[in-house]
């Protein structure tokens, strides 16, 4: 949960609450607020509200609950004359900026104007690696003319921090503390994303800004830029960003005029969302009779605009909302509105007590039978090495498509390969070794489904067929499973020593001895007996013979 630090004194006097009022309206917002010994208060802000990670979207959401102000509207727009030419950068391809006249900073403000920034970048912008902001002093500007594009580790710029020293980009991105964390993030191999304000570099994103458009105390515009790998992300950033800081006393918004290949747009898009909420819904899931003033009025003070129509509502959140996805948002906006204290308790109607699964059912019986037999549980990954299923003949598998290691780039369509795997870490221990194992695997398909197996495996100075046969035949017959054996053949298995295991025509297993030659692959120096069953298959061959 983000937390945000604010001088004491600072939200009263923006919301002209007390301290004990601010606490109880904030706490409706899903806030938590703590005031420090330090002259600070603590603010724990929801995730999904980015738009009160400052003071002043903080205050117009307070606003709002408290009915002082209703709906959105689209705060002063001018045109900038900022152009800005974006050539995307491959590994950073997107950009948007805007202008924000009046915001006025003071000492006290930059602090928080950073921590804006920080929570953003953590947040929506993924540590930087989907999006990263940069705040310039628009008065700053050496040019009105812009370019973003990759420039040559050679140029050279004056990062933040160490005015009159220019340096090229391969030594800012190296001796940098926020070049060392950054630098990666979108490096090629011959060059970096940069922002020029016509022949200098004004930034790198997402790593740092220039010192030649610092912003300081006194600092009264600012240009705004975004960048990232998501252009949604971005535009939606600065959206953020632009409509709070629009909420200062006098400020208003300069768009910015983006050209990439011939095509121009303008940012910030100022982006709205319309999502239609049936009349009945508020009612039917909070559990109240509403009618519809209540409704909109509800909405309209969580600074929705909102259309009444006899089927239900059409409400437009605006651009600083992101947590509006669907219908189930705005009735959550119309309880924070009305308030849970006066919602009330219901109790449900029917008593409902929940069951375990058939399947849960079946694999905890047969884990005490395997145990029973003597058998020790094993627990492995889905994942498994595309090396080990060659090695055991299990051609035929589903594999990962950006795999973080190779060894667990593939799913497994077999428990085989993992008991073969355990066994082959174990060769030291007391024999008889006797492995089992209850899990999930992929069988290839369109979509590949998973499926619930019970693998078993014994391990021993002298094993055969006969001692697996044993163990599954003890199991099936104790489960009361009908079930016929036919010869069977794979390269994991001994060739007449193996069988399919059927019941009532249908496959529900396999068993049989080990091939030598795959044991020797595995560096396995004993015979090895395994089997393997399906649980889903049994389980419902159970459910359908067994009386109620």
Not at 499 to 514: D, F, H, N, W, Y
Request: charged fraction near 25%; aromatic fraction near 6%; glycine fraction near 8%.
């Amino acid at each position: 949960m983000p937390v945000l630090k604010f001088p004491e004194g600072r939200l009263e006097s923006l919301t002209g609450l007390s301290r004990r009022e601010l606490e109880d309206v904030l706490f409706r917002l899903k806030c938590e607020v703590d005031y420090l010994d330090d002259g600070y208060v603590e603010v724990e802000v929801n995730p999904d509200r980015p738009d009160m990670y400052v003071g002043e979207g903080i205050a117009r959401a307070v606003g709002g609950l408290l009915g002082r102000r209703r709906g959105w509207s689209l705060p002063k727009i001018v045109d900038s004359g900022l152009v800005l030419y974006n050539e995307g950068p491959p590994t950073r391809p997107y950009i948007a900026a805007a202008v924000v006249y009046n915001v006025n900073v003071t000492e006290d403000y930059i602090e928080e104007l950073v921590q804006f920034q920080e929570k953003l970048h953590d947040t929506m912008g993924r540590r930087r690696r989907k999006a990263a902001i940069g705040l310039h002093d628009l008065s700053k500007l050496p040019s009105d003319k812009l370019y973003y594009k990759l420039a040559s580790y050679d140029e050279e710029m004056t990062p933040l921090g160490q005015p009159g020293e220019r340096a090229p980009l391969k030594r800012v991105l190296e001796e940098t503390s926020q070049g060392r964390k950054y630098g990666s993030l979108s490096a090629t191999s011959s060059g970096h994303p940069a922002l020029y304000s016509g022949s200098e570099i004004i930034a790198i994103p997402p790593v740092i800004n220039s010192e030649i458009t610092r912003v300081e105390p006194g600092t009264r515009d600012l240009f705004i830029d975004v960048t990232g790998t998501d252009k949604a992300t971005v535009e939606k950033i600065l959206d953020i960003i632009t409509t709070t800081l629009a909420e200062r006393e006098g400020a208003y918004l300069g768009k910015v005029r983006i050209v990439q290949e011939g095509i121009e747009e303008a940012t910030p898009k100022l982006s709205t969302k319309t999502v239609f909420l049936d009349k009945d819904e508020p009612s039917r899931i909070l559990g109240l009779p509403l009618d519809s003033f209540t409704v909109s009025d509800g909405l309209s003070r969580m600074l929705h605009n909102v259309d009444v129509s006899a089927g239900g509502f059409r409400v437009e959140a605006p651009p600083f909302r992101v947590d509006i996805l669907s219908s189930i948002d705005l009735v959550e906006d119309i309880a924070i509105a009305i308030g849970y204290e006066k919602i009330g308790e219901n109790k449900p109607v029917v008593d409902r007590q929940g069951s375990l699964q058939a399947l849960t059912l079946l694999a905890r019986k047969i884990r005490d039978l395997a145990i029973g037999l003597g058998y020790t549980e094993t627990m492995q990954l889905t994942l498994t090495s595309p090396r080990l299923l060659d090695l055991t003949g299990f051609t035929s598998r589903v594999e990962v498509e950006n795999p973080v290691q190779q060894e667990y780039s593939v799913l497994r369509p077999s428990l085989i390969p993992s008991l073969l795997s355990t066994l082959s870490r174990n060769l030291h221990a007391r024999k008889p070794v006797k492995v089992f194992e209850i899990g999930n695997v992929v069988v290839p398909g369109t979509p590949p489904p998973d499926e619930v197996r019970l693998g078993l495996a014994v391990m021993d100075e002298e094993v055969g067929y006969e001692d697996i046969q044993a163990s599954v035949y003890s199991i099936l017959r104790l489960l009361n499973v009908e079930f016929s054996v036919e010869p069977y053949k794979h390269k994991v298995f001994v060739e007449g020593r193996a069988a399919r295991i059927l019941s009532k025509g249908t496959l529900i297993g396999v068993m049989g001895e080990v091939n030598p030659e795959v044991l020797l692959a595995l560096g396995i120096d004993y015979p090895v007996a395994v089997a393997e069953l399906n649980l889903e298959v049994i389980a419902e061959w159970r459910s359908k013979t067994e009386s109620p």
